[in-house]
């Protein structure tokens, strides 16, 4: 798990996107789901109904603020984690069948139901519910009959044991197996089918039930708070407006650093990472859409602004040491060790600039550490591959439109 | 004898055309004898892997302590960075274009102009998987100091260690990273294996494992090691594996797989279905360890029987697909479609796992899943002959094949092209000779 981020400033990113009484509203539901935020570094639940609380024996405080990847533990499948981070990444919908794991330790299966909400003016995802539904093992002995009967051949008097095992071991939590003794190739052979319970029709259909239930919850109270959301995708996100995987993985980067676009009348900022907030004091919607000029002042030498801005404009990287003024409390100025890097995307055209700061009081030589200038280096290097691939899913959405509708 | 002409790739700046090569002295800052004396470099020793395969702890109730030095985000790709902006790499790898090509598949495809100008073809002989190692050819030892990033090694520690300026060790032969001055994608490294005992290009238990140690100290799915065995497109007759950072699933993980065996260390071994390379995926047991020692067996049994292969190691550490081919040997045997071979690609791991590199805008313009498959299905077995390579392995692992169990729901479907299936009465990659291991690599 990446960064926690304190429970208020979760939850007050909940609230200001809709009307009061929402999370009431959304207590009202007996689902089991959770939505998360991946405009929060960390995308954290920030929000978590009493049935997913139930469901997982945790208090709403040990599940606000954590990743849903916390959550799962040793026997959860690879291949579907991949797929909820591809549908993340893709910002699709997604059903699957996943094994999570309650407080206790013991682990259970359920359906997973995701969706991105998009904010029905601008295309752009701002939240993602996931909803649990529990399996209850019934399918498992017809899939396992109708695989069986094409392929192995054997496959049905093996389905009933299967059928018992991936109801039991629910039961029982851990891989306790207190029954009879199997012989070692069975138990073996129950494990590995554990890995597969499959959800029934109607649990399928439970599961869309309860996203559509929460979406027009949400969708209600978003309109009363003046931005409309919704499940589907009305239009594309607009050239000033991030991805919803650009900034997750933006998010994992603890430096301080911004994105100015320089496509854009005057390269305004377009994302600004939590550490720069806490460096310069301003808070993130101060600064979007700015230029990084409001950090300078009337001390600030202007043959570095000018050496920055000729870099810019040749496409360079240059680093400079720059008097910047804050907006912390005490309105204190800090000399800012700033490199600045064009960063590409997949086609290889420079879409970004980013800025990383250093205060330079800041910059202790510890002996266990990376050097500064490598550390701050990293920061373009993370945002590069951030971006490159970013912009590798978009041409995806490009071609399959299509599929972002639930 | 069997050989193939190609380019070779430019892993680094001091690898100029072999016969010009002796003539460059020192004072370059090598790694020989020469030059060592005094050379410092950070070095991280990563944690003792645990469990990790099955053991890894439930995150909430766990904060682990936060590590000195983030291995990937800080150290990877803040000194590959560095690198970049010396200007040591022969092109800017983010400035060359790179899509997903349309499909099921997921196919992604670059187009890659520089990456193999300014080298003439060579020759290389693709009949022998196994070595020896040739101190006169270029290896890693030549490269110049400022191409090393940093010093690796798996650690005896429940914690990291980090030392950011230490000094290389002649006495131990120290692993090391460096770039590849030819990158396919961003943070494009190698790891390098004891690198001062000039070992040959072959796995062994010891070095797969700190490889598979350093996917799993990355953290991160989206970046992986790979390796190339020869006669599977390794150019470089020195011990290393590849690795960078690329955040997209390849295809071969994606693929669907059908669980042929476990083992007794609990390692679980599948083939792949419905892709157009036959491999095997090992994945689980005991401890990342067993899974690493179970690959390494079936490794060793592959260069035993002198059957090219490549590896990626994938998930952490948690997911790793072995890949039997023949390419180059069908190649050199003038059996691969002239369409196919006009692309020059070569199908090492990257390509593969999913990853085209093309060298032609042409290419890339009309890059298409079908096209890809069709490149990738001359790579992989026969039926027939990955059968009796999978005998081969299960013996030397000590495993029959005892059941097959169809896993995940499995949709047949016909490859794109219909290749693979239709040449299934070749004996492709089959043991040439087990010649001895004195005869000489690349030939000039």
Redesign the interface.
Known sequence: ?SI?KSSESVEESFNARYSLWIKEALDELPHSFTITDPFISGHPIVFASPGFLKMTG?SRE?VIG?NG???Q???TN??SI?EI??AI?EERPIQVNLLN?R?S?SPFWMLFHMIPVFEKMDGKVIQFVAVQVPISGQEHHHRKMR?GSG??GDGSDRSELVYGSCRREVCLGAFVRKDRALPV?CD??GL?NW??CEASESEKLKAVEAVNNVLSILARYSELSGGLVCGKRYCLRGADCLSSSLVI?LG??KQSFVLTNPCLPDMPIVYASDAFLTLTGYKRQEVLGQNCRFLTGVDTDSSVLYEMKECILKGQ?CTVQILNYSNRKDKSTFWNLLHI?P??N???KTAYFVGVQVEASCRNAE?????P??????V???V???V???F??F??LG??SGRCHI | MLSIKRVPTVVSNYQKDEAADESVGCGRNCLGACCINGARL?LYACKKLEKSG???K????H?AREP??AFL???V??????R??RGLFRY?V???????I?GKY?F?AQLNEGRHLKKRPTEFRVDKVLQSFDGNKFNFTKVGQEELLFQFEAGEDGEVQ?F?CMPLDAENSPSVVAINVSPIE??HVLLIPRVLDCLPQRIDHKSLLLAVHMAAEAAN??FRLGYNSLGAFATINHLHFQAY?????FPL??ALSK?MI?TVSGV?ISELLNYPVRSLLF?GGNSMQDLSDTVSDACVCLQNNNIPFNILIS?CG??IFLMPQCYAEKQALGEVSPEVLETQVNPAVWEISGHMVLKRKEDYEGASEENAWRLLAEASLSEERFKEVNDLIFEAIGCSN?E?????T?VHQQSPSGSVNQKSNRTHGGPITNGTASECLVLQ
Not at chain 1, 367 to 371: A, H
Not at chain 2, 58 to 61: D, E, H, P
Not at chain 2, 94 to 100: F, W, Y
């Open positions: 798990m926690t945790y040990e954590r990847r916390a959550f533990g040793p026997k690879r291949r991949m981070r591809e990444r794991y407080k330790g695989n392929l192995s190739e073996e052979q590995e890995e597969h993985s994992r980067i990287s890097s960063v590409r997949a086609s290889g002996s266990e550490e990376v050097r200038e490598t550390r701050q280096l990293s373009v290097g993370a590069r591959v951030a490159r691939s970013s590798m899913v041409s995806i071609n399959m | 950070p099955a053991g890894e439930l995150v909430i109730s904060e000195p030095v985000e800080s150290l790709l803040g000194e590959w960075e560095d970049f902006q800017d983010t400035a060359c274009e790179t899509k997903v349309p997921g992604v980090f950011p961003y943070g799915p989206y950072y690329l955040a997209m699933p993980e994606k669980k476990t679980k994945e998930d948690r997911q005892q097959e169990e169809l896993e995940g499995i």
